[in-house]
């Protein structure tokens, strides 16, 4: 065992009689993998709690108008032709606990449509004896409001693009960290002094203390995003209100940074050290890092065994262009004049540090599966069968077919007969 992805409950990870402390006991080099998709969901989560709670209110509720009424849809759609001079407006989305920082998708969809909304609320709140439909019409009508979602826009667009590339099936694992790292640095670049930024190498960046004053910029000099910048000098608000939302919006990112640090995983210095393994490193020549480097808890071999084998590799003549995995299996296979497969401990020890999970959006696929096909209607379903279905639905999706392109076998379509029933 090598490794164990799982979100951040007390049972999974703490530090006490966790499963994770006591599979630790019998394997001692286990790595512990925070869900990267979980954290950084409630990183946003977190921070979004410095700002105004109505903007939250205002985007849940905005889907909750549309939702039921087929006639409030209508109705919508009319205005938004009449302004857009003709087409359709896209469907608002439903804020969720449950879908990693959808909260972005909603924010897009509603700043896209924001002219049409306004207008439909005005229309709506003087039309109908209905609460919600004035108290919407005030909060579009509040430019304090949009400035929050402008602001949050992007912040949480970097986040979710982030989050999306920990659950693609497939991809760069090395890649995905070194992104992640990249998102913490460039938010802090943001809201920190630059001297504190030139005095600090990327490792102590990194274990900063977040909670001291001292290491920011003023609200009015922090990069708060351009976007939001020219609303923000635009908007005819009094100077007080416009230096409160500036302020909120500081918190927001300084949040945000002390949010990474807690949850981001713990292992992320171990992590990192996967850039090692890149290939145009590996089959260089110079500037390759030293034997020292290496995690040695994944190699089962010596440290000169290890080092020998680090130091010849770069001259044994592998390509480069193509995948990380393969190229380490065609390292594991080689064979030099006598037959032994003189990279074998090196190749073993990579590939055991390239099967660390990184995510846990794969298992949180096959729960959602799992609700799709024993619902509310086949609640009686026994184990034997939702296996057998589940086996199904991930061997069409591994092998990229659908229900209407696969193509029995001749001997599946053989054991159709009367034993089936």
Known sequence: M???ATDGASVMARKHHSVFTLLKQKQPSLQLIRCVCHSLDIVANKAMQLLPSNVEYMIRETYNWFAHSAKRQSDYNSVYKTI?????????????????????????????????????FGLVSSAEHCYAARLLNDMYSDKSNSLYMHFLR???????????????????TLGVFRDLDRLYMSTLRRVVKPSVLRTNNDSRLRQLDLKSSSLYLSHQDADLGSS???QLEASTLAPELKGRIS????????????QYQMHLPESMEMLRKLELFCLKLVT???NRPGVKDLPAEFFSCSVDALESQWRNIASAGFSSDQAIDTFWLEVETFQDAGGNQCFKDLALGVIRLLTLPISNAHVERAFSQ??????DTRNRMGLRLLSSLMDVRSGLSRNELTSATFKPPRQLLGRFDSSMY
């Open 2 to 4: 090598v490794g164990i």
């Open 84 to 120: 857009n001079d003709g087409g359709c407006p896209l469907k608002f989305i439903s804020s969720s606990s449950t879908r990693w920082l959808v909260m972005s998708d909603c924010i897009e969809r509603i700043l896209e449509q924001e002219d049409a909304l306004k207008l439909h």
């Open 154 to 172: 992007p912040m949480l667009m970097e986040i979710k693009t982030v989050n999306k590339y920990f659950q693609l099936e497939t991809g760069d």
């Open 228 to 230: 939001f910048q020219q």
């Open 247 to 258: 302020v909120s919006c500081f918190d927001f990112l300084k949040e945000v940074l002390v």
């Open 284 to 286: 260089s020549s110079v």
């Open 370 to 375: 799992v609700t799709l096909l024993k619902d």
